[in-house]
């Protein structure tokens, strides 16, 4: 008799977890999108994979290190440890340096029109056509500087972006912090 | 009337007043060049509606409003617009920003103004039109577009009560004082304005007991205008108690939710100075091109309030008050809690523009050493909002500004009372104030980053549609050529290459 009950039971568990699998199925996959959602999204390629989100899976299955992305920088490492229960550790100096964010500046009086750097762009950023002068759209332009290899009349720099006065922040205090740590 | 206490506060800061209050307000002369930053209230800049070279009038509008949270700008007298450039102005970063110069000419010449002494026929909607046509802001310090805190229209809201803000807490400002003791009635017949705007059930205006003077002037007005729905209240002295929400708490007991506006709970709070200018505008018709400014401080000879036109450079307004002293040591724009340090006194005075303090060297905010936090707890008591500021401040100094917001960082009202109060001279709300310019920073990063994020899957998602398209084209060509040239396709090329073999003219000919 309980051998029957346990097999009912088990049946029934079975269907509600069988149930549970399908209703409540995670679409994706949840730790490389909360990989992704920390990386800059510069789509620069320094990491060594083709854009941040390659990057996340790479680091998810871990075949990357947390280390490789220069854009997102020291800042970025922390935020990434901390995500993944790992030690933070310097930036893998094989992929670059922390720079300032910069964007590109196409020198519209020696562009050709040839296109090859709206192919390169990785976020669409750049606006022309055939023997057309092209031009970047500046506030799409993440400064990943992919756009600047393929130029043929090297006709694109790269600029410090300007601040504006809506992201002019205040001075931190260094005095303080300073001699406390001292 | 039942008043209720704001946590903490300073009741016993050093008021500084008696310096600027005594001599009555003058009008300050028309300088030869007035400068217009584009951008002087909160939300969008202006875009300007003149070019280099046009004539203008007192009270002709040089700049637009751009998108709903904007103010326009008017001339303050006539001259010839001279540049539209940069030019520095009154923020603490010492950047330079558009702005309109005018040369004038000493003529003074002004377009008519067309008052609407019997407002009361015109709709809500009208006056609202009106008050942001005439480019109205709130004077009290925080300059946002005062049409939109009037915008009953278009939200869903019931304002019952209305509350004038006449409590001049920063030490060493008197300009709403002044005001109210020379020009009461017209605060209160703006009042009249704004009550029959927003359909409030009564209005109650506010100023601290320690001017007596000029309650006695404010109760004469209330009687003789005759409304029941206007009371005046005096309120005790304890910094802030003019920050918006503290004086709201302070007169109805009920607190602003956190992130949210006075309109959530029904009030409406404007500064009286602003009810001024509503009242030159809606009844005399004039837009606003000046407003009163306390020049005080012991770096200035005469510290009194001026009527000064917008855009008058502070070397013009310093001149009236007889110069500097020799004890002038810093140029501060609003009070010394809240206020900040300029660059030189060639910059323009804006709507913002409350009081300029010469300040000497002690006046200043004295920067003492700042010693370890000793987690005394002083601050907690102090801060007006019921804030932590020393884990405010753990939090800022390590760059943990998401903990920081979650603690409610951007509810900090930056009075500086945690300032006053700490034993260790922790210059606390700097820290704050960059924790929060930095959080803004952050935010826009991440905003940049969807956006960057949104355009290179997109992108992605497209690049793989043309491939699997191209795939697509060559996948269907290959099959046809599969299919088809077995039978009909050979079978015809046969028999057109047979037909050629046949009739060889036909092919030659």
């Given at each position: 008799m309980s051998f029957l009950i346990l097999i009912v039971l088990f049946a029934g568990l079975g269907i509600v977890l069988g149930y549970a699998a399908i209703r409540f199925k995670v679409e994706g996959?949840?730790?490389?999108?909360?990989?992704?959602?920390?990386?800059?999204?510069?789509?620069?390629?320094?990491?060594?994979?083709?854009?941040?989100?390659?990057?996340?899976?790479?680091?998810?299955?871990?075949?990357?290190?947390?280390?490789?992305?220069?854009?997102?920088?020291?800042?970025?490492?922390?935020?990434?440890?901390?995500?993944?229960?790992?030690?933070?550790?310097?930036?893998?100096?094989?992929?670059?340096?922390?720079?300032?964010?910069?964007?590109?500046?196409?020198?519209?009086?020696?562009?050709?029109?040839?296109?090859?750097?709206?192919?390169?762009?990785?976020?669409?950023?750049?606006?022309?056509?055939?023997?057309?002068?092209?031009?970047?759209?500046?506030a799409e332009c993440t400064g990943c500087e992919l756009c600047l290899p393929p130029c043929p009349v090297e006709c694109i720099t790269m600029e410090p972006v300007v601040k504006t006065l809506a992201l002019w922040t205040w001075e931190k205090p260094e005095n303080a912090a300073q001699k406390e740590t001292s | 009337m039942k008043l209720w206490r704001f946590n903490g506060g300073l009741p016993s800061l050093a008021e500084h007043k008696n310096e600027s209050t005594h001599l009555p307000i003058e009008t300050a002369p028309?300088?030869?060049?007035?400068?217009?930053?584009?951008?002087?209230?909160?939300?969008?800049?202006?875009?300007?509606?003149?070019?280099?070279?046009?004539?203008?009038?007192?009270?002709?509008?040089?700049?637009?409003?751009?998108?709903?949270?904007?103010?326009?700008?008017?001339?303050?007298s006539s001259g010839t617009v001279s540049h539209i450039a940069d030019h520095l102005i009154p923020h603490p970063s010492g950047f330079s920003a558009p702005s309109i110069s005018i040369t004038t000419d000493g003529l003074d010449k002004e377009l008519p103004p067309s008052g609407q002494p019997d407002f009361r026929q015109l709709s809500a909607a009208d006056l609202v039109s009106l008050i942001r046509e005439a480019g109205i802001v709130g004077l009290g310090g925080a300059a946002f577009p005062t049409a939109i805190k009037l915008d009953n229209q278009s939200k869903s809201r019931r304002i019952d009560t209305l509350i004038l803000n006449g409590a001049e807490c920063e030490p060493y400002i008197s300009c709403d004082d002044r005001l109210l003791k020379e020009r009461a009635d017209k605060v209160i017949e703006g009042v009249n304005v704004l009550l029959h705007l927003l359909g409030a059930k009564r209005a109650i205006l506010a100023i601290e007991d320690n001017v007596p003077s000029t309650f006695k002037a404010i109760q004469t007005a209330v009687n003789q205008n005759n409304n029941p729905a206007i009371s005046a209240a005096q309120i005790p002295t304890i910094y802030p108690t003019g920050g918006?929400?503290?004086?709201?708490?302070?007169?109805?007991?009920?607190?602003?939710?956190s992130g949210g506006i006075p309109a959530d709970i029904g009030i409406v709070s404007i500064n009286v100075g602003t009810v001024y200018a509503v009242q030159q505008a809606v009844i005399e018709g004039k837009p606003l091109t000046s407003r009163i400014i306390t020049v005080t401080g012991e770096g200035v000879t005469t510290p009194r309030n001026l009527e000064v036109r917008i855009g008058t450079p502070i070397s013009t307004l310093i001149d009236v008050c007889n110069g500097y002293t020799q004890d002038a040591d810093r140029l501060i724009m609003g009070g010394p809690m809240m206020g900040f340090a300029l660059m030189n006194d060639q910059i323009p005075v804006v709507k913002?523009?409350?009081?300029?303090?010469?300040?000497?060297?002690?006046?200043?905010?004295?920067?003492?050493?700042?010693?370890?936090?000793?987690?005394?707890?002083?601050?907690?008591?102090?801060?007006?909002?019921?804030?932590?500021?020393?884990?405010?401040?753990?939090?800022?100094?390590?760059?943990?500004l998401e903990k920081a917001e979650k603690i409610n960082l951007l509810d900090c009202i930056e009075c500086g009372c945690c300032d006053v109060v700490c034993p260790s001279h922790i210059p606390l709300v700097q820290h704050f104030r960059y924790?929060?310019?930095?959080?803004?920073?952050?935010?826009?990063?991440?905003?940049?980053?969807?956006?960057?994020?949104?355009?290179?899957?997109?992108?992605?998602?497209?690049?793989?549609?043309?491939?699997?398209?191209r795939a697509e084209k060559s996948r269907a060509k290959k099959a046809a050529l599969k299919e088809k040239p077995a039978k009909e396709t050979i079978d015809a090329a046969i028999s057109r290459a047979k037909a050629k073999k046949q009739n060889p003219s036909e092919g030659e000919g």
């Open positions: 996959d949840p730790i490389v999108d909360q990989i992704d959602k920390l990386l800059p999204q510069t789509q620069c390629g320094q990491c060594s994979f083709p854009g941040c989100r390659p990057y996340a899976q790479a680091i998810a299955n871990g075949e990357a290190d947390i280390n490789q992305c220069p854009p997102g920088g020291e800042a970025g490492i922390a935020a990434l440890a901390d995500l993944l229960g790992v030690e933070a550790k310097p930036l893998n100096a094989d992929n670059g340096e922390e720079t300032p964010k910069l964007v590109a500046v196409i020198d519209e009086n020696t562009c050709i029109g040839c296109k090859l750097c709206i192919q390169a762009c990785p976020v669409d950023a750049i606006l022309g056509a055939p023997k057309q002068m092209h031009t970047v759209i500046a | 028309v300088p030869s060049q007035l400068v217009y930053p584009l951008r002087q209230h909160i939300g969008n800049a202006a875009t300007a509606l003149v070019k280099v070279g046009d004539y203008v009038l007192r009270g002709q509008k040089i700049a637009d409003a751009q998108g709903l949270i904007s103010a326009p700008i008017h001339a303050a918006e929400k503290q004086l709201i708490q302070t007169l109805t007991g009920k607190e602003v939710p913002a523009s409350n009081c300029i303090l010469v300040a000497s060297k002690h006046e200043a905010v004295t920067e003492k050493q700042a010693m370890p936090c000793i987690r005394c707890g002083l601050c907690a008591s102090a801060c007006p909002v019921s804030l932590l500021p020393q884990q405010l401040y753990w939090f800022s100094r390590s760059e943990q924790a929060k310019s930095a959080l803004k920073v952050q935010h826009h990063e991440k905003h940049l980053s969807n956006v960057a994020r949104e355009r290179f899957e997109a992108r992605e998602a497209r690049l793989a549609q043309e491939k699997a398209d």
